[in-house]
């Protein structure tokens, strides 16, 4: 089976600017949830979708979200770039909402110039 | 605040010493997972506990839970056990979110 793949890998982009990215969780898994890694702060939850709903958000501005496809893959999307947005997104996908055994993706490195 | 405190931040040891690392935490948890991640980013995960122990290959794992401490144990370590070894905690009633540790970096010499 193939596992989480996330694309893109690396992007660069400017203040301001909005990015999506995007997951693909591994075939059957329904339930996806996103994570940001910076330096400073580690790893913090950003938001957790199943079924195309969104099921527990963690504490971001609204300029974090995102949405799940009936097909279980998922985007976020950031909006109005800020200098500390540049971090490493990750994403993870498990069978199902209940289930605590994540399978995490190889991540895409944002920097905001 | 609830709290995940990991230590040591960083570890040197040399190949085949027995590597200990070490997790606590503030509050209730109803799991406990150990994280592997390897330099660019990618992160495994090892092991989740609710109680007592779990064993894969050189990997350890304990969680006292009245004492609220978890440890990472890594027999016979390797050069290519070198990675950053998070834990993260779900909270009692916090549904699905985990909290992360800071992380220890590992490094093991040939």
């Known amino acids: 089976k193939a596992g989480v793949t996330q694309t893109p890998r690396y992007l660069i982009k400017t203040r301001g600017q909005q990015v999506t990215l995007s997951c693909s969780p591994i075939s059957g898994h329904r339930s996806v949830s996103w994570y940001q890694q910076t330096p400073g702060q580690g790893l913090q939850f950003l938001f957790e979708y199943f079924s195309e709903t969104q099921r527990n958000k963690g504490n971001f501005p609204g300029r974090f979200s995102g949405r799940q496809f009936s097909n279980s893959r998922s985007e976020m999307n950031v909006s109005t770039l800020e200098l500390g947005d540049s971090a490493l997104y990750l994403c993870a996908s498990s069978l199902e909402q209940g289930q605590d055994t994540q399978y995490f993706g190889p991540g895409t490195r944002l920097t905001v110039l | 605040k609830n709290e995940v405190e990991q230590s040591p931040q960083n570890l040197t040891a040399q190949e085949g010493e027995f590597i200990t690392i070490n997790c606590s935490y503030s509050?209730?948890?109803?799991?406990l997972h150990w994280l592997q991640q390897h330099p660019g980013g990618g992160i495994v995960s090892l092991f989740m506990l609710s109680s007592g122990k779990k064993k894969h290959g050189r990997l350890i794992a304990t969680i006292n839970i009245q004492e609220k401490h978890s440890s990472l144990h890594i027999t016979a370590s390797h050069p290519r056990d070198s990675a950053v070894y998070i834990c993260?905690?779900?909270?009692?009633?916090?549904?699905?979110?985990?909290?992360f540790g800071s992380g220890t970096q590992l490094t093991v010499l040939p």
């Open positions: 509050v209730g948890i109803s799991a």
């Open positions: 993260a905690v779900r909270w009692v009633g916090s549904a699905r979110q985990l909290t």
